[in-house]
């Protein structure tokens, strides 16, 4: 069943859904002076019982994958209970989350057996003090605490993110300790290009960088390119067969990158957004109060589908709606 389709012929098995725009973190390229609220956007986060609604037609829409994002999705105090409700009652088969990992040291148990499919845990640095200076924290060793405990329990899916940095972390140096790692750790690390929104243009003239100085490490080292599969993310995955791990490369100023695009977003307060950088943000969530309405809000989302462009035009410094990620969550 894939019933959600546009007219470029792409098909969106996957949502994005962030559950909240709160995060305390202070990642200089998302919201470098922490979160600060909204007061001009009153509406409340979408609350468990909006998004049951909401998942239970996503599903019925062909979407097998959400991913439940932030802002940091772990702050909210109900976040295992909407992992929980995905998992057992909305009939979505997968549901994955991304973190910047800080409670993993605490809630490794219970993120394992609130039966969650798989983790991208968001790490730009494996020097403590490079991961401070990115972050604002000092929280290294607790997040590496609890990837060690979520291997004991035996959980598969394991992501490391990294937003690749000018002269940070983009040093041959720190390709050669994520590979150190990758050696003995059965997780897929990837860098992720530093992308421009609407709040970080100075930081991104200073910090960008293209991953192709990765992406020439890893063919000089004799790591070779994956095929990818249905629901998978934008990643272009490399193994080697010395490694346990995988290597990765998100470049979303790649010439291709819109064309393979398989996921929609929705907001932590119901704006479905067809692209990370669109202009179109129409909100859903009149259509997540009643059960009744699910018929309701598959047609409108069906129709949205027709508005999506064909490519996200960041190269031409279009940034849309798109503040900071924590809105949309990456
Ligand atoms: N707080 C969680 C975290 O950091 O993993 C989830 C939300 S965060 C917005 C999702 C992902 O977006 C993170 O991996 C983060 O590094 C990435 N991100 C945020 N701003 C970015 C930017 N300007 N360019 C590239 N990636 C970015
Ligand atoms: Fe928070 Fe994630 Fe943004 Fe960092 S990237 S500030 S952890 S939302």
């Known amino acids: 069943m894939e019933l959600l389709k546009d007219k470029f012929g792409r098909k969106f098995p996957y949502i994005r859904l962030s559950i909240t725009d709160v995060c305390n973190f202070k990642c ?3 919201l470098p002076n922490g979160y600060k609220i909204d007061k001009g956007d009153p509406r409340k986060f979408l609350s468990k019982e ?7 037609a996503l599903s019925e829409l062909g979407v097998s994958k959400i991913r439940l994002t932030g802002g940091e999705p772990t702050i909210r105090k109900d976040f295992y209970e909407i992992v929980k409700i995905l998992k057992q009652n909305s009939g979505i088969k997968k549901t994955v989350i991304t973190t910047n990992g800080y409670k993993l040291d605490k809630f490794a148990e219970q993120l394992v057996e609130s039966g969650l499919d798989g983790i991208n845990i968001s790490i730009d640095s494996l020097n403590k003090d490079k991961f401070h200076k990115i972050t604002g924290h000092d929280r290294l060793n607790e997040i590496l605490n609890g990837i060690e405990k979520l291997q004991k329990l035996n959980f598969k899916n394991i992501k490391i993110n990294a937003v690749l940095l000018k002269g940070v972390n983009s040093y041959t140096k720190d390709f050669e300790v ?4 990758l050696k003995s750790n ?11 929104t609407g709040d970080n243009l100075e930081y991104f003239k200073k910090y960008h960088i293209s991953s192709k100085i990765f992406i020439n490490y890893l063919n000089e080292n004799n790591w070779i390119i994956q095929t990818l599969g249905r629901d998978s993310g934008p990643s272009k995955n490399y193994i080697n067969s010395e490694f346990k791990g995988k290597f990765g490369v998100i470049a979303p100023y790649s010439r291709d990158f819109c064309k393979s695009c398989n996921r929609l977003r929705i907001t932590s307060r119901g704006d479905l957004r067809l692209c990370l950088f669109g202009n179109t943000g129409i909100n859903i969530r009149h259509l997540i109060q009643r059960d009744d309405q699910t018929e309701e ?11 999506k462009k064909e490519s996200h035009y960041l190269e031409l410094g279009e940034t849309g709606l798109t503040n900071n990620l924590s809105v949309t969550g990456g």
């Open 178 to 181: 994520w590979a150190d790692y």
């Open 28 to 30: 200089g390229y998302c």
């Open 297 to 307: 809000l598959k047609d409108l989302i069906l129709k949205q589908l027709h508005f």
């Open 50 to 56: 909006e998004i049951k609604r909401l998942a239970t």
């Open 186 to 196: 059965q997780i897929d690390f990837r860098y992720i290009e530093l992308m421009q």
